[in-house]
């Protein structure tokens, strides 16, 4: 089946631990994004990625990294520089022309 | 970015009633828009989206209205049923970004 699956579904870390989120696609798509939501607010944009290799900050990349070195998948590091990791961590791909992107099931990540 | 909000943070409708779920975007230039469901400890999931160059667009039981004039995209959803209950978000895309308005929570009672 094609899709995009994250793992795992929940986390939990100690403070002050890194720990890296897995987004792996088979649909093909060449942009991947990593989104931040948070109760009762919407979804922020963390970093996105166009191509293989290359990747850019979105508006709350503070405390995070992402690296993509194969096409379908996109993994998300939340470092301890992160204040406020615990959230419910969105992965999602994209076609690059006008069309939608499709989500994964997302990863709840608990810091302790 | 621009943002993208939405008029009213929850809904509630009866059962078999229509639904009309409003947003407003600020970006002039954003030339796609799409609205997603999500339901409760899920992803986002695609519901209808629809291009500038047209103003209405429907789908089973969903139709989207695009205003360009007013910058505003609506959601109807005929005949609501129980498993519609989820938060609904509009989005917009910019170049390669979307964004995402905070969501109306929509309630449907038996």
């Known amino acids: 089946d094609g899709g995009i699956t994250q793992s795992p579904k929940y986390l939990f870390r100690k403070e002050g631990q890194n720990v890296t989120l897995s987004c792996e696609q088979n649909?093909?798509?060449?942009?991947m994004y990593w989104y931040r939501q948070d109760p009762g607010q919407g979804l922020r944009l963390i970093y996105y990625?166009?191509?293989?290799?290359?990747?850019q900050k979105g508006d709350i990349a503070e405390g995070y990294s992402v690296s993509r070195e194969k096409k379908e998948s996109f993994p998300l590091t939340v470092t301890s520089a992160q204040k406020n990791p615990t959230a419910f961590y969105l992965c999602?791909?994209?076609?690059?022309?006008?069309?939608?992107?499709?989500f994964g099931q997302g990863t709840r990540l608990t810091v302790v | 970015g621009e943002s993208v909000g939405l008029h009213l943070p929850t809904l509630s409708v009866q059962e078999g009633d229509n639904s009309i779920i409003n947003c407003a975007y600020s970006?002039?230039?954003?030339?796609?828009f799409i609205w997603y469901k999500q339901e409760s400890g899920k992803g986002p999931q695609f519901i209808i989206d629809?291009?500038?160059?047209?103003d209405k667009r429907q789908g089973q039981r969903v139709t989207v209205l695009l205003n360009k004039t007013v910058k505003h995209l609506s959601l109807q959803i005929a005949a609501t049923q129980p498993g519609d209950s989820a938060v609904y978000f509009c989005?917009?895309?910019?170049?390669?970004?979307?964004?995402f308005g905070t969501g109306t929570s929509l309630t449907v009672i038996p």
């Open positions: 999602a791909s994209s076609m690059l022309v006008n069309t939608e992107a499709f």
């Open positions: 649909l093909n798509h060449d942009a």
């Open positions: 990625s166009q191509i293989v290799n290359d990747f």
């Open positions: 970006n002039s230039a954003s030339d796609y």
């Open positions: 629809i291009r500038s160059n047209m």
């Open positions: 989005a917009e895309k910019e170049g390669n970004q979307f964004y």
